[in-house]
Structure formats: C-alpha cells, structure tokens
C-alpha cells in the first residue's frame, strides 16, 4: 500500500499531548531501560509538586507513542509511582520522567499490552458516515505500521525518535540521554530512516 510505505514518524508522533521543553536528567542501564534509584519505603516531599507540574507532560510523551490518553494515563500512574520512591535529584525530575515515559510506553507497546485507542475506537465509529471510508482506514492502517515499526527500533534511537518529537531541543533530549549536543539530531536522522525502513520492508512484505 502505497501511503504506508510513505507514513513517516510524523504519521505517529503528531498527536494529542503537551509539548515537552526544557528537560533535564538522565535515566538508563545497560539495557536502555529506565532505572529508578529506589528508596525502599519514602516518598518524595516534592511529589506533589513535581506530579502537578510534569503530569501532562508525562502524558504527551506516553501519548506520541501509544496513540491513546488511556494508556498514557496509567503509563504516568507507573513513571510517578517509580518517581515517588526514587532518589532522583529534583533538578533532574523532569528529563527523568520523560524519559522513564518513553522506556515504559515502548515496552508496553512492544508487549502488544496497550488499550485499543480512543482516537482508534472513534474513528472506526465514524467510517459509517464518513465522505471516504477508505480514507480513514488507511489512515487508521498507517498509524498502526508506524507503532509496530517504532516498536522495532533500537531502544535509545526510538526514545530519543520520541522525545524529539514531544517537543524536547536538542539540548534537553541530549541532557536526558546523556548524550553529546551533536549526536542527538544524527540519532534521531538515523532512528527517522530506520523506521522509514521497517515501513518499506514490511509494507513490501504484505
């Protein structure tokens, strides 16, 4: 299908939730994961704060990959869960938390676990009056190839894929991957065509 093999990132990461800008922290292990530095049995004095502050945010950036606010939601529920018993510096809170958002939503999505979406759900109610039926199927069918294709990357080309397109600068995603400044827009350009591959082949492959 033609317009599939043409969906980019856009396709996925353009959709309902607050921009993300000025984050700053770093979270990761060896396996890319979001590693929580745990405080058996406390919880944060800030949390109040930092959950009022950064909740949407959090949101947004679980929402650009999962494509449905619940899911989204009960990813925030998890991130400020973790958040809450964690040691994390509060300067650091807000990368850590988009971070952590991307990592759990990519692993939810990866254990096909995800709620159908709303946005999804919608949709296919509205194709029995829509002008062009086909239209929104393939609409429906392109943002689906993207999650799976998304899915498929590398874990630190996906989230910073996410992150860059929650609204985070250059700067910001390299703060919270702990990368350098110049090697964040050659990791998402190269996350970008990869995805655009894992597109192409599957679309191929059907």
Request: hydrophobic share 45%.
């Given at each position: 299908?033609?317009l599939?093999?043409?969906?980019?990132?856009?396709?996925?990461?353009?959709?309902?939730?607050?921009?993300y800008?000025?984050?700053?922290?770093?979270?990761?292990?060896?396996?890319?994961?979001a590693?929580p530095?745990?405080?058996?049995?406390?919880?944060?004095a800030?949390l109040?704060?930092?959950f009022?502050q950064?909740?949407?945010?959090?949101?947004?950036?679980?929402?650009?990959?999962l494509?449905?606010?619940?899911?989204?939601?009960d990813v925030?529920?998890?991130?400020?869960?973790?958040?809450?018993?964690?040691?994390?510096?509060?300067?650091e809170a807000?990368?850590?938390?988009?971070?952590a958002?991307?990592?759990t939503a990519?692993?939810?999505?990866?254990?096909?676990?995800?709620?159908?979406?709303r946005?999804?759900?919608?949709?296919a109610?509205?194709?029995?009056v829509?002008?062009?039926?086909a239209?929104?199927?393939?609409?429906l069918?392109?943002r689906?190839?993207?999650?799976?294709a998304?899915?498929r990357?590398?874990?630190?080309?996906?989230?910073?894929?996410?992150?860059?397109h929650?609204?985070m600068?250059y700067?910001?995603?390299?703060a919270?991957?702990?990368?350098?400044?110049?090697?964040v827009?050659?990791?998402?350009?190269?996350a970008e065509?990869?995805?655009?591959?894992?597109l192409d082949?599957?679309?191929?492959?059907?």
């Amino acid at each position: 299908m033609e317009l599939v093999r043409q969906a980019g990132p856009e396709a996925v990461l353009a959709l309902p939730g607050a921009a993300y800008r000025g984050a700053t922290g770093r979270v990761g292990g060896t396996d890319g994961g979001a590693v929580p530095r745990a405080v058996p049995g406390a919880v944060r004095a800030d949390l109040g704060e930092v959950f009022r502050q950064e909740y949407p945010r959090v949101v947004g950036v679980a929402a650009r990959v999962l494509g449905s606010r619940d899911s989204a939601e009960d990813v925030a529920q998890d991130v400020f869960l973790s958040f809450a018993r964690s040691s994390v510096p509060a300067g650091e809170a807000r990368g850590w938390l988009a971070v952590a958002a991307a990592h759990t939503a990519l692993n939810l999505l990866r254990s096909g676990r995800r709620r159908a979406s709303r946005e999804e759900t919608a949709a296919a109610a509205d194709d029995v009056v829509a002008p062009d039926v086909a239209d929104a199927v393939v609409t429906l069918e392109e943002r689906r190839r993207v999650r799976a294709a998304l899915a498929r990357l590398p874990r630190k080309q996906a989230v910073a894929l996410v992150l860059r397109h929650s609204g985070m600068g250059y700067a910001d995603v390299a703060a919270a991957l702990d990368l350098s400044p110049g090697s964040v827009g050659t990791t998402v350009r190269r996350a970008e065509s990869a995805l655009r591959k894992e597109l192409d082949r599957h679309a191929s492959s059907d």
